[in-house]
């Protein structure tokens, strides 16, 4: 039977970098656009979920970080389903076959399934163009969701600022703490004793100041 599923996402785990990167993203479209989403897991049976809900659209994390993320994605494609990917990966190595690896992973035959594979610096685009299997309406850029994580704050006033970042203690309070300090000698410290009996009436005295 046929659900009403506009977007179908599959994830591994309920917390992590993979729905760190996707539930933003899933939660402003369902927030503010109003649209229907289902989210499953991964390794429950995708063939069967897409199969049920029928979604118009798949969002994945990646692509590449296991073979059921490329089956899924390729299966969904398959189905017609439009399809977009995330890059949970970025430690990029700018060396001979780190392409194959970080762009394709468990796709050997290194062919995009996804409608839209979004990366996360112009950088590695640049990078991905010397792929032959690159695809310049597939790949664009996109920023990390995962940690470009950020909130937009109204700025606080300068007094308040002031406020906030001016010491607890006046200054005499800190000229009388240093002022301790400065008599307490390295002996004094090591010696058991004669230590407290010089400490004890100079933190009372510390003590009575603050």
Request: hydrophobic share 40%; glycine share 4%; net charge positive.
């Amino acid at each position: 039977m046929k659900s009403k599923t506009d977007i179908l996402s599959f994830t591994y785990s309920s917390r992590g970098r993979d729905v760190d990167i996707v539930e933003p993203v899933l939660s402003k479209l369902e927030k503010d656009l109003d649209i229907t989403i289902t989210r499953k897991w991964l390794y429950d049976n995708f063939v069967f979920d897409i199969l049920k809900y029928r979604p118009k659209l798949v969002i994945d994390a990646n692509a590449i970080g296991c073979r059921n993320h490329l089956w899924a994605c390729r299966f969904a494609s398959m189905m017609g389903c439009k399809v977009v990917t995330f890059v949970s990966e970025g430690d990029y190595r700018y060396i001979d076959g780190s392409i194959t690896t970080m762009l394709f992973g468990w796709n050997t035959k290194e062919r995009l399934y996804e409608d839209l594979h979004l990366e996360w610096s112009q950088r590695n685009i640049e990078y991905f163009k010397t792929s032959k299997g690159y695809d310049n309406n597939k790949i664009k850029l996109s920023g990390a969701t995962g940690f470009d994580k950020y909130s937009l704050l109204s700025f606080m006033d300068r007094q308040n600022i002031k406020r906030i970042n001016s010491p607890k203690w006046s200054p005499w309070q800190v000229i009388l703490l240093i002022l301790c300090l400065m008599k307490i000698t390295v002996q004094d410290l090591f010696t058991s004793v004669r230590s407290w009996k010089v400490l004890k009436p100079r933190c009372l005295l510390f003590k009575m100041a603050i």
